[in-house]
């Protein structure tokens, strides 16, 4: 029975099993750092939710994740799993016996999961309260050994069993209310080779520079290709999430490296990557802060890195995008600067400012440790990045352009003139004008305007990000720092965007040298340690979710680029 895998193993704790435009995985990962014994069929809709429990029967068993398939396997036993599209999982046994129970043991008039034997074609169906989704498993071949709790009410065990004794074929969809029985008319081997086909051209297609200098290349589109959903909810889109463990949703400055990964194979699941946060613009022109299923979160903003994106996005686009999509860009980017020129500067102030260090991304970093309430010389150079770009978008577009080149110029000015000290920049207290220096990396990330800073700037930013520089790349708070802390989120650890934004604008600013050791280092760290959410400074540990999109793309982004070079000879 058994199907030649395809495409790098992975070790399932860390990197779900799923597959492109699917809302549920496969993993342990039942909630943010919790691990299961069993793997569980999580679902993304309304939040992530474990549903079913797949438990084989044999204590011990070994599981091994691929692209196409997952296999637990004892001895001479071994069950397979295989996506039948989105929305249907395909699991075939022998010599192995399987349990599919309901992950939540009690059932309120409010949570948990009942259990029904569907008159109308034989199969066991789950229903969630917490997904609002069935689960329909339907039995192809063989029959099942068992069935507990159809029907049950309060606290009960809910499940099915599958025999160890003899072949079995199932078949577990989700879907809202009612479909049509599962015919299974394609064969197992049919569906792993679909799969197959379908991620190895993925993979040729966002990767095809790929080699043995780029080893971490095929995980790394695999990290993308399972996180991407199908438009469901408010996700109006193709999107591709953060991740299929917790951190499942869509924040409006990650997707940003996710379009710029996709972008030169996949023009249009990029373009869909780049524009969806935009689909949910306010009143005023503000980006939400996250999009996922079932909510959009206006709390806090993220921060305007969308005009330097969008440079990289159109360059490496096979085709332009046409007219009326550019126009719908620029006005849309128009837009979310205007937020921050007219709701985010204090009276009489050229400088924007952060409301909390939720809204540069960089949420506790040591910038904001005495005030939260900042005028920060990141932000400044994002949005004068921005407005260059606003001020090219519309002299293509026939549109006035001297507007955002004056602006443009006039933050720029504010930037060095009130928040440089010589060495590095400081955050001004746009409320008593107080300035604050801290160590935190964030403070240097003006180096990302590259050569639209004055030289002598950019050699003193290059000198401070060499302070920063770890065996294994860039630690966002220096190893030496009284408030560094190993696993303290923007306080220490290694992050994938802040190591592009700053190896991008070095490289720009003509820092070549630094630029290649922080690419060189950063590649070697997902080699190593694979695509963390973020990474021990010291060690390369990765932490908090391992199966991280944004670091996935970076890895993409520098991968693709050293290549590049590499074939150039330079």
Not at 47 to 56: E, Q, S, T, Y
Not at 460 to 465: C, D, F, K, M, N
Request: proline fraction near 6%; charge should be negative; glycine fraction near 8%.
């Amino acid at each position: 029975m058994t199907v030649a895998p395809s495409g790098p193993e992975f070790g399932i704790q860390d990197i779900p099993f799923s597959y492109r435009g699917s809302w549920f995985n496969i993993s342990p990962v039942v909630a943010e750092k919790t691990y299961a014994d069993d793997l569980h069929l999580v679902s993304h809709q309304t939040g992530l939710h474990p549903v079913l429990r797949l438990a084989p029967s044999v204590a011990g068993t070994t599981v091994v994740a691929t692209p196409t398939m997952l296999t637990w396997h004892n001895g001479t036993g071994r069950i397979e799993a295989v996506y039948d599209g989105p929305d249907t999982l395909r699991i075939r046994g022998h010599r192995l016996g399987l349990r599919v129970a309901a992950a939540a043991h009690t059932l309120t008039p409010f949570s948990g999961t009942y259990l029904y034997a569907d008159p109308v074609d034989g199969s066991h169906v789950f229903t969630s309260y917490e997904t609002g989704r069935r689960y329909r498993v339907t039995v192809l071949s063989g029959a099942l050994s068992r069935t507990d709790g159809a029907q049950a009410l309060g606290t009960a065990d809910r499940s099915v069993d599958l025999p160890g004794d003899q072949p079995w074929e199932i078949a577990i969809e989700e879907y809202a209310t009612a479909r049509r029985p599962y015919a299974g008319s394609v064969a197992f081997e049919r569906l792993c080779r679909d799969r197959m086909a379908e991620f190895t051209a993925f993979v040729d297609a966002i990767a095809p520079w790929r080699g043995a200098q780029t080893p971490a290349a095929e995980l790394a589109a695999y990290v993308l290709w399972s996180a991407t959903v199908a438009p469901a909810g408010f996700v109006t889109r193709p999107a591709v999430l953060m991740s299929k463990h917790w951190m499942d949703k869509v924040w409006s400055w990650d997707h940003c490296f996710n379009a710029i990964a996709l972008a030169a194979g996949e023009p249009e699941l990029a373009w869909h990557q780049f524009q969806l946060p935009f689909d949910h613009q306010d009143e005023t022109g503000a980006l939400p802060d996250s999009v996922t299923h079932s909510e959009v979160l206006h709390n806090y903003v993220k921060p305007p890195i969308h005009g330097w994106a969008l440079r990289h996005l159109r360059r490496r686009l096979p085709e332009p995008p046409d007219r009326a999509a550019l126009a719908q860009t620029y006005d849309r980017l128009a837009r979310w600067t205007g937020f921050w020129l007219d709701a985010r500067r204090a009276p009489g102030h050229d400088l924007p400012h952060y409301h909390h260090g939720n809204d540069s991304g960089w949420d506790n970093a040591t910038t904001f440790d005495d005030n939260r309430v900042l005028e920060t010389a990141d932000l400044a150079a994002f949005l004068v990045s921005q407005l260059r770009c606003l001020a090219d978008l519309a002299t293509e577009l026939g549109e006035p352009a001297a507007r955002w080149s004056r602006e443009a110029d006039r933050i720029h000015a504010a930037m060095l003139r009130d928040l440089w000290d010589g060495e590095r920049f400081r955050a001004r207290d746009p409320r008593t004008g107080q300035r604050r220096s801290s160590r935190s990396l964030l403070d240097l990330m003006p180096v990302a305007l590259g050569a639209d800073l004055p030289a002598p700037v950019a050699a003193a930013l290059a000198r401070g990000v060499e302070t920063h520089l770890t065996t294994h790349g860039l630690a966002t708070e220096p190893t030496d720092s009284a408030h560094y802390v190993a696993d303290g989120y923007w306080r220490g650890p290694i992050w994938a965007p802040s190591t592009v934004l700053v190896e991008d604008g070095l490289r720009r600013a003509g820092q070549t040298r630094i630029a290649d050791d922080i690419s060189r280092r950063f590649l070697a760290l997902c080699e190593k340690s694979g695509f963390a959410e973020n990474f021990d400074a010291e060690t390369g540990t990765g932490l908090r979710d391992r199966a991280y999109t944004w670091t996935a793309s970076s890895y993409l982004i520098l991968a693709a680029a050293a290549e590049q070079r590499r074939v150039r000879g330079g």
